[in-house]
């Protein structure tokens, strides 16, 4: 991609009983458009008996997005909802005002050898937003716009762009989108780019100016109107990005926010456990202590 202003390398991070490829936030660049956290799972091969196990925890500010592709997850939250989300389909959680929800392996998979490898992403809400209701919403893959254009595979996971609109119900002007190859394609995508823009390669490479990308790495435009670059065989890219926020946000743990003040009433409202339950989970994820967690502004 010309005029690259950024490369990020994901980082491993634990969160819990699973490693994850950290890619933001970044400490030179909190924030793609209004796209604040992105993790990569995987890819996991877990034998019988090892399981993904994150207990109840809460969230604020922000929607979660959900895109597997390989592997099955339980989300369950606490407005009642239980759905298996399998690879290809997305699952878009709105905090709002507060949710608490966990994420295990399914019951029919937990003593089966199988593999976990996907994307989580919190994109913070509008600061107008921040305390709507909170929903859930559960995209098919069949749901989600997809399209061939010069020998290019498309798919429109989340937001609008190309003329295309995903039925994920977003509160900002935003694009996740997937490309997929199988041939050697130049890839002239800019004048559809809008507001800050990141490319995320999972397979394969690009060359862009004599260089070539690699998988895991997340690369930021300085200009979306120069990107211009080839996808090599067998590549795999996400576009995403949208118009920023005015304002600045503050992140720690699973809280988002405009005013760290909301987020301290956050610690609270779950250290005191008046985040309402999960039905069917007893147990949750404790508030980590401030000197063991991410705390800073964005």
Known sequence: MSNISLIIEERPRNI?????????????KRMVGPFIFIDHMGP???????????????????STLTYLFEGNIVHKDSLGTEVE?????????????????????????????KSLHGLQIWVALPKHLEEIEPTFHHSDTADLPTWDQDGIAYTLIAGSIMGKTSPV??????????????SRQTVKIGAE?????????LDGSIESEGEIFQPKELLVAKNNQLCEFTMNENTTIYFFGGEPFPEE???????????????????QQWLD????PVPGETDFVPLPGESDHLKHRT
């Open 16 to 28: 819990g009983n699973f490693m994850v490829g950290r890619l933001l936030p970044f400490k030179d």
């Open 44 to 62: 996991a091969q877990m034998k019988p008996g090892q399981n993904m196990d994150i207990p109840p925890h809460p969230h604020i500010g922000l």
């Open 85 to 113: 989300i399998k690879p290809g389909q997305v699952n878009w959680m709105t905090a709002g005002k507060g949710i608490a929800h966990s994420e295990r392996t399914p019951a029919y998979l937990r003593q089966a050898e």
């Open 169 to 182: 119900p977003v509160y900002s002007p935003l694009y996740f989108l997937q490309l997929k190859n199988t």
């Open 193 to 201: 780019l809008y507001g800050e823009a990141g490319l995320y390669i």
């Open 249 to 267: 946000r503050f992140i720690y743990w699973n809280f988002v926010a405009s005013d760290y003040q909301r987020i301290e009433q956050a610690k």
């Open 273 to 276: 456990q008046k985040f309402a």
